[in-house]
């Protein structure tokens, strides 16, 4: 019954912000490190920005560092993904994944599309 559900992505010219959101339902979600990986047309998946369990401790690709901001919010179940000054380079499917902080079995969303175009 675990659920990972995105949502927030959409059109957004180069240069703007977006918030992406995740609710995860089905699991302890205290007990889990979150992350956000993005796939863009042709290209593989990558690891975008990792929070852990404690939510003291986050992790960013070199391209996105100091534009977007990965946090959770334990009391509502959801990480988020704050992207700013966004580039066209961005423009991907996000994914959130969770995974336990002693597991290895890992959870997906299905995903949103973020478009970075004018």
């Known amino acids: 019954q675990v659920q990972l559900v995105e949502s927030g992505g959409g059109l957004v010219q180069p240069g703007g912000s977006l918030r992406l959101s995740c609710v995860v339902s089905?699991?302890?979600?205290?007990?889990?490190?979150l992350s956000w990986f993005r796939q863009a047309p042709g290209r593989e998946r990558e690891l975008v920005a990792l929070?852990?369990?404690?939510?003291?401790?986050?992790q960013y690709t070199d391209s996105v560092k100091g534009r977007f901001t990965i946090s959770r919010n334990n009391a509502k179940n959801t990480v988020y993904l704050q992207m700013n000054s966004l580039k066209v380079e961005d423009t991907a499917v996000y994914y959130c994944?969770?995974?336990?902080?002693?597991?290895?079995?890992?959870?997906w969303g299905k995903g949103t599309l973020v478009t970075v175009a004018s």
């Open positions: 994944k969770a995974r336990s902080r002693w597991g290895n079995t890992d959870y």
């Open positions: 929070i852990a369990y404690t939510g003291h401790i986050t």
């Open positions: 089905g699991l302890t979600f205290s007990l889990y490190n």
